[in-house]
């Protein structure tokens, strides 16, 4: 573990966080809990002719001022949404520390680029691009500039992009900003929109699901795309979740498939048990990458098994939420931080939602079913999210 680590313990003091499954913290964990697949909806607005199930956010998302109309996109109208849930936090943390002392570090992997393909869509019609058309809207950089200008914050403010994990990551740089004492709170956490470059990409690929996506079932075909915004408040101060380990590693593989192996998961996982100096048996819950195509569930399910064995409780949320790409890491720590957060006694659970057969080939992994139970609270959980290029990424929170 490297030196300036050594020692730190960081909370997760707050959470703002909408998608498909609902518009604040308690819809998305009680649509969740109760296997609810309804935010994914069949649409071809993203591939014209050609509809595939997606999970779109529902909520009427705030407008922005028209001083920060160079970021003006659904991407930071998403950001905006997740962080005004938060605002009172972060005002205790401007108190406390000053807005030179709080930092922005987001994750995507699409940012606004939606609004290019409407702009171009324009050109092509022969018409003037929409008036409030900026190119930072599509910049990766944009949503990070974006909230700091908003919140009026002063410390780094920057983007990680490495595709899937693009949030995961996020949380390694956060953490490291406050390590290195040059923050005393970050907001950390990320956000992806849906954009018919992204649905052309995966079609390209052969890896959209035909009908609702089956995380580790037998006929798993493939994806559904989604959107997402997952903010965290991280600091040095008490709060009701910490951060405990990342791992992450990097085999580069191949550009788009998972090596069968999983050498470099298997790395991501133990690393983040090692940082967080706890055993497998400790994990009480895995948040599973669980895309629902075929390779990635077969790496991952193996990869569990030789680290966690079988008895650990595993779901994959994407059979609910969808997959928000670069927002997906964040969102599913934000789904372990609620069931550590919330006052369970009974420890409820969130399942596996695929509508098929579990994989008879795949490892028989504890495949949390609905209304299953931990029989006490859930203290640990362990999140894993993997992207092209093999760039992995597996986190562990706990309750304080």
């Given at each position: 573990m490297?030196?300036?680590l050594t020692g730190l313990k960081l909370f997760l003091n707050d959470l703002g966080i909408l998608s498909a499954s609902g518009n604040n913290g308690g819809e998305m964990l009680h649509n969740l809990q109760a296997g609810h697949r309804t935010g994914l909806i069949r649409t071809d607005e993203y591939s014209p002719g050609h509809p595939y199930y997606a999970g779109?956010?529902?909520?009427?998302?705030p407008g922005i001022d028209d001083k920060y109309s160079v970021y003006d996109c659904r991407n930071s109208r998403l950001l905006l949404a997740a962080s005004?849930?938060?605002?009172?936090?972060?005002?205790?943390?401007?108190?406390?520390?000053?807005?030179?002392?709080?930092?922005?570090?987001?994750?995507?992997?699409?940012?606004?680029l939606r609004n290019t393909e409407l702009a171009l869509a324009e050109v092509a019609r022969s018409r003037p691009k929409p008036e409030k058309f900026h190119y930072k809207q599509q910049q990766f950089a944009g949503g990070a500039d974006f909230l700091a200008s908003v919140l009026g914050l002063k410390g780094p403010a920057y983007t990680v992009s490495t595709a899937c994990s693009s949030s995961g990551r996020a949380f390694a740089s956060a953490r490291r900003l406050i390590a290195l004492d040059i923050c005393d709170a970050v907001i950390v956490g990320g956000a992806d929109s849906?954009?018919?470059?992204?649905?052309?990409?995966?079609?390209?690929?052969?890896s959209l699901s035909a009908g609702l996506c089956k995380p580790f079932g037998s006929h798993r075909d493939g994806i559904n795309l989604a959107e997402a915004a997952s903010l965290f408040v991280l600091s040095k101060e008490a709060?009701?979740?910490?951060l405990e380990g990342i791992g992450a590693s990097s085999d580069a593989y191949h550009f788009s498939a998972p090596d069968p192996d999983g050498g470099a998961v298997i790395a991501a996982m133990e690393m983040a048990l090692t940082d967080a100096r706890m055993q497998p048996g400790e994990i009480d819950y895995i948040n599973l990458h669980g895309t629902a195509t075929p390779l990635n569930d077969a790496m991952e399910s193996n990869a569990i098994w030789q680290v966690f064995g079988g008895e650990v409780a595993v779901s994959s949320t994407k059979g609910m939420t969808g997959h928000a790409l670069g927002a997906a890491a964040a969102m599913e720590m934000g789904i372990c931080w609620l069931l550590l957060a919330q006052d369970d006694a009974q420890g409820l659970l969130i399942p596996n939602i695929n509508d098929d057969a579990p994989d008879g080939a795949l490892p028989s992994l504890n495949y949390v079913t609905p209304g299953q139970t931990l029989?006490?609270?859930?203290?640990?959980?362990?999140?894993n999210s993997f992207a092209f290029g093999g760039n992995n990424i597996s986190i562990i929170i706990s309750r304080t």
């Open positions: 490297p030196r300036i779109a956010v529902q909520a009427e998302l005004e849930q938060i605002k009172p936090t972060i005002d205790s943390m401007i108190r406390n520390y000053g807005v030179d002392r709080i930092g922005v570090v987001i994750g995507t992997s699409t940012s606004g849906l954009c018919q470059f992204t649905m052309s990409g995966f079609e390209a690929l052969e709060g009701p979740v910490s029989g006490r609270r859930v203290n640990h959980c362990q999140s």
